[in-house]
């Protein structure tokens, strides 16, 4: 099924939706204001996800929360934060100064609540919005550069991944963040032909 511009226009809605309200619960987090991207859909392949992500961040240490999902389609949803960001965003929470001891203590369950608000309100809207059932598995934190992201391990080289980059900056405290949804290209047709059904009706 080819993703058309009415797709994409929707698929960058609805996730648009789902940022916003995780944005909402965050700000009372944070008490500061967060500040959205409209998100970019684009289909690429495995490779084309990795050269935009080198391209994005280097051969950066990256924080990422990662969420697998499954149901009438499935995939996993990451947010992912420079080493730096994490660091300062994990301070704020916390109220532990940048490098000390104690930071990384609780830096993967700070992340890992973040994570699951913002990675679990995209989906959220999603599912509700499409009328799709999903089922989610726990967050999981890791720490790597992006040859060594975990979502490259199990990927077939001919599987089309469909791209929704956003970025949120909270503004005051300069902490910037990326989130990836990657669908299965098995996955694809379900996610679009949903949107097809639904989203005139909703939106």
Do not use: W
């Amino acid at each position: 099924m080819k993703l058309t511009l009415s797709h994409i226009d929707a698929l960058q809605e609805l996730v648009n939706i789902g940022v916003g309200r995780a944005a909402g619960v965050l700000n009372d987090m944070l008490d500061s204001p967060i500040r959205l991207h409209i998100p970019e859909v684009r289909l690429l392949s495995p490779e084309e996800l990795k050269v935009e992500l080198k391209s994005q961040f280097d051969n950066s240490l990256l924080a990422t929360v990662q969420l697998s999902f499954s149901g009438s389609f499935s995939g996993t949803a990451e947010l992912v934060f420079p080493s730096e960001s994490a660091a300062h965003l994990v301070s704020v929470l916390t109220g532990e100064a940048p490098g000390t001891p104690d930071l990384d203590v609780v830096k993967i369950g700070a992340l890992l609540e973040v994570g699951n608000i913002v990675l679990n309100g995209i989906m959220g809207s999603l599912s509700n919005a499409l009328i799709e059932h999903l089922d989610y598995s726990l967050p999981a934190y890791s720490e790597n550069k992006v040859n060594n992201f975990p979502i490259f391990a199990d990927i077939d080289e001919n599987t089309k991944i469909l791209l929704a980059h956003t970025c949120f900056i909270i503004e005051q405290l300069q902490i910037s963040g990326d989130i990836i949804l990657m669908f299965t290209v098995g996955s694809l047709d379900t996610l679009l032909k949903a949107i097809d059904l639904n989203f005139g009706e909703i939106l």
